[in-house]
């Protein structure tokens, strides 16, 4: 989805590296998901934020961290990588609790 | 935390056979929604699923909310091969807005 844009699409990095994934959207949505994905295991939930400078827990928030300054903009970070931190990375959005649109991933692999 | 467990894993049919999958809770989720996920991009709302015993169709997609709250199917119709992809169901309880995802059904069409 266009409207959801992540970046970058691909990352490789090493082991005890800060990460930054961003997110942005056109969608004019208050809120907005950081998830993971892992084979067989679906999307799991990372943070989530409904409004600016609003952050909670998901379901595997440990190791992660997230900042959302602007309306538009929802970034996740990673202080230190850790190898089975590997993994797909979805950004998603939505308007109050209406279905979620996704973008179209970040790859990340830690060495 | 909560599971959503989906089923199958994975199928390999011929092009014109109808596609069955189902997702089932041990809570009672307010909506159920079914995407899907092509190679590269992130997922797609296919169906969403407000009240119990709900059926929806998009197309050749059909799809129920259960009457128990607890499960939910989606039904493909005469597949062709772009419904190749993984599907996922995906379900909102009362908690806010925390989408609970299924492990996935990975479709594979044979033309």
């Known amino acids: 989805d266009a409207d959801v844009t992540q970046t970058p699409r691909n990352r490789i990095t090493k082991t005890g590296k800060r990460i930054m994934l961003e997110c942005s959207q056109t969608k004019g949505h208050d809120r907005m998901y950081w998830y993971r994905q892992d084979p067989g295991l679906g999307l799991r939930l990372i943070y989530y934020s409904f409004d600016v400078k609003d952050i909670n827990k998901g379901e595997i928030s440990d190791g992660y961290s997230v900042s959302r300054q602007a309306q538009a903009k929802f970034s996740l970070s990673l202080e230190s990588a850790i190898p089975n931190q590997t993994a797909l990375y979805f950004c998603?959005?939505?308007?109050?609790?209406?279905?979620?649109?996704f973008g179209d991933g970040t790859r990340l692999s830690i060495l | 935390g909560q599971q959503l467990n989906q089923s199958p894993q994975s199928m390999f049919i011929q092009e014109g056979e109808d596609v069955s999958m189902n997702c089932t809770s041990s809570?009672?989720?307010?909506?159920w929604l079914w995407y899907k996920q092509d190679p590269g991009e992130g997922p797609v709302l296919l169906i969403a699923?407000?009240?119990?015993?709900e059926l929806t169709s998009n197309g050749r997609l059909t799809a129920q909310f259960g009457i128990t709250r607890k499960d939910s199917f989606l039904n493909i119709s005469a597949s062709i091969p772009s419904d190749v992809g993984i599907y996922f169901c995906?379900?909102?309880?009362?908690?806010?807005?925390?989408?609970?995802f299924g492990g996935g059904t990975r479709l594979m069409v044979k033309p």
């Open positions: 998603a959005t939505s308007r109050g609790g209406e279905p979620q649109h």
């Open positions: 809570s009672i989720f307010n909506t």
């Open positions: 995906a379900g909102h309880n009362n908690a806010g807005n925390m989408l609970t």
């Open positions: 699923l407000y009240k119990a015993g």
